[in-house]
């Protein structure tokens, strides 16, 4: 079977103009349900869930339900690529590939809307990936409940390996994680009397670099964890002497226990941090996510037909820090993950991030006869 993956070419251009934050995705849903009316409706019926779509194949003869998640939000980033398509809408940039993952899902239920398995076939389109989580609330909801698939299944793009790889591996392939929030009020006053206010830049300064105490100093060095610190905010000008300041980043570890670790010698920290500066913090862990643990005999199973069926290369990687709310669905139903090679040298969250194209069609060619094979 031959795919024509053109379309969904044209199609990832599309959504790639259009990003938005978690649960915004009111655009993004506007134009998947468009394209899905677009489609014969004998066998396929469509839900919405807040800005998610959910779409139902019916089998033939159905005796299970597989599913493929894909994620819907871009990130706040101002894209520097050199794409005609660039993101219309300023400081959003789909930079983790989400565009993509969406035009994979649509080529793959267009292609089970004119071919009929034997399974019901589950599509889902998952908002707020990036945070504040869409997965956990999805997976609790009526409507995915009713269509609860057997196994589930989704990719994420990998800009590290080549067009016509994947990449996968049993159990753990990422990270649970936590984001940080941390808030410092101090006192303000004038540059040249510092002794009469409590400095939040210096605070701040000084917490961000021993936070990094943590993992090398409080961690089995066995056990991989990373705290970063992705943004700082602090101050009102270059002669005032700045009363707050925030610190934004995110924890990722491999084991609970460590998370737990983390999390207390960071209130630690800052403890220290109110103490040493007099002043006042708070903590705040936002979204976190479960690890992505892939399912060990689905897994195995879908390497061993990779190898067999030689429709792409197989590299089975090792674990990665990155985060994922499919982890939630993995927590729950059998499935995997799997990495999408699309060859390019920006990493994901990059600015200029240009992910190969010719990596659509191999997916939809990948995962249609992938799951045409799983449900014969
Ligand atoms: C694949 C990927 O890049 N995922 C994100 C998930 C973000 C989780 C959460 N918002 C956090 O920042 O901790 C990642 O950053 O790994």
Not at 111 to 138: M, R, S, T
Request: net charge negative.
């Amino acid at each position: 079977m031959r795919i024509n993956a053109k379309p969904f070419v044209e199609i990832r251009r599309e959504l790639h103009k259009i990003p938005e934050p978690g649960f915004a995705e009111f655009k993004t849903q506007r134009f998947l349900l468009d394209y899905l009316a677009t489609l014969p409706q004998e066998r396929i019926k469509i839900k919405t869930w807040r800005t998610g779509i959910l779409v139902k194949i019916k089998g033939s003869n159905p005796s299970k339900r597989l599913g493929y998640r894909a994620d819907m939000d871009g990130l706040p980033i101002s894209e520097e690529t050199s794409y005609e398509f660039r993101s219309t809408h300023p400081g959003f940039m789909h930079a983790c590939g989400h565009d993509m993952h969406m035009a994979i899902g649509l080529g793959v239920l267009t292609y089970f809307a004119h071919n009929q398995v034997k399974d019901d076939l589950i599509f889902i389109f998952q908002p707020a990936e990036e945070g504040p989580g869409g997965a956990q609330p999805l997976l609790a909801s009526e409507e995915f409940q009713e269509w609860r698939p057997d196994a589930i299944f989704a990719l994420h793009i990998a800009p590290e390996y080549p067009v016509g790889t994947v990449a996968l591996k049993p159990g753990i392939l990422f990270a649970n994680t936590s984001e940080l929030f941390i808030d410092l009020i101090g006192k303000g006053g004038h540059a040249a009397f510092p002794h009469t206010a409590n400095d939040m830049v210096i605070a701040a300064a000084h917490l961000a670099t021993q936070l990094q105490s943590i993992v090398s100093r409080n961690i089995d060095p066995l056990d991989s964890a990373v705290i970063t610190i992705g943004k700082i905010e602090g101050g009102t000008k270059q002669n005032i002497i700045a009363e707050k300041a925030r610190l934004e980043g995110t924890i990722r570890t491999l084991s609970m226990e460590s998370m737990q670790k983390i999390k207390s010698r960071i209130e630690a920290l800052v403890r220290g941090t109110e103490a040493g500066f007099e002043c006042n913090a708070t903590i705040d862990y936002g979204s976190n996510y479960c690890q992505v643990y892939n399912n060990e005999d689905l897994t195995r199973e879908f390497m061993n037909w990779v190898q067999e069926h030689n429709t792409v290369t197989l590299i089975e990687c090792k674990t990665a820090m990155t985060g994922e709310d499919f982890g939630y669905f993995l927590s729950e139903i059998p499935g995997f993950l799997f990495w999408l090679g699309v060859n390019t040298p920006y990493g994901l969250h990059h600015a200029k991030i240009e992910p190969n194209e010719e990596a659509i069609e191999v997916a939809i060619q990948v995962l249609t006869q992938y799951l045409t094979w799983k449900t014969s």
